[in-house]
């Protein structure tokens, strides 16, 4: 038990927390966006997929707080490695260690704080329906909550529309960079792997973004209606 602990608690211990939690969040991120591209399909295959969510119940909630407590265990050791990594390095090396390191890499930590301002935005308008509550009363022909039609509405507004396009962005950057990490600190990025992880990460980087964004843009362009 208390090599266990002591694991957890050291450097290594936690880069592995921030490790896996960043592979399970990747995880959930793809799987929401394949789901979510439904609405190219038009409004019975996303409202089908969403009346199966719902019909998860209680599943579905602790679903929910298992990626809370995966995405507030990301952030807090992120931060906490990277501020005993600033303690730990000499003023004399700032310059050195900036010239060296990629700019996704040095803003790894605000790319993330950012991120999880537009989650919560995200759960507040789309997820709790605080931000629209006129989103509760959207009901499709089948009785099923009408979540294409909920898209259609939130996205037609140009700033909201911005801020997920932009935020989605982040969330790129921060997954190309985290994607690399992730598999250094699993030992996994040995140097004849080291090019395809690279080539990988970005490649599911640019899958996100475009997912992700290309919703808004079609709503906003008339393409989804």
Not at 100 to 121: D, E, H, N, T, Y
Not at 191 to 210: E, N, P, Y
Request: one cysteine or more.
């Amino acid at each position: 038990m208390n090599s266990f602990t002591s694991f957890f608690t050291s450097s290594i211990g936690r880069k592995w927390i921030v490790a896996l939690s960043g592979f399970a969040l990747v995880g959930f991120v793809i799987g929401h966006l394949v789901g979510n591209l439904q609405v190219f399909l038009g409004p019975e295959p996303l409202n089908r997929y969403g009346h199966f969510l719902q019909g998860l119940g209680e599943l579905l909630w602790v679903v929910r707080f298992a990626l809370l407590a995966m995405v507030l265990l990301h952030i807090f050791f992120t931060i906490k490695l990277r501020l005993e990594n600033r303690s730990a390095r000499p003023d004399r090396y700032a310059v050195k260690q900036y010239r060296a390191a990629s700019w996704a890499g040095r803003w790894m930590v605000w790319s993330g704080l950012m991120v999880l301002c537009f989650i919560i935005f995200h759960l507040l308008h789309y997820t709790a329906q605080v931000i629209h509550p006129e989103f509760k009363q959207l009901v499709d022909a089948e009785g099923r909550h009408d979540i294409y039609k909920m898209l259609i509405v939130g996205f037609r507004d140009p700033l909201a529309s911005g801020f997920y396009i932009v935020a989605v962005g982040l969330l790129g950057l921060h997954l190309n960079h985290g994607f690399q990490s992730m598999f250094q600190t699993l030992g996994l990025n040995s140097h004849k792997v080291g090019l395809l992880i690279k080539r990988t990460g970005q490649a599911v980087s640019w899958f996100v973004f475009l997912g992700y964004a290309s919703i808004p843009v079609a709503v906003l362009t008339g393409i989804v209606k």
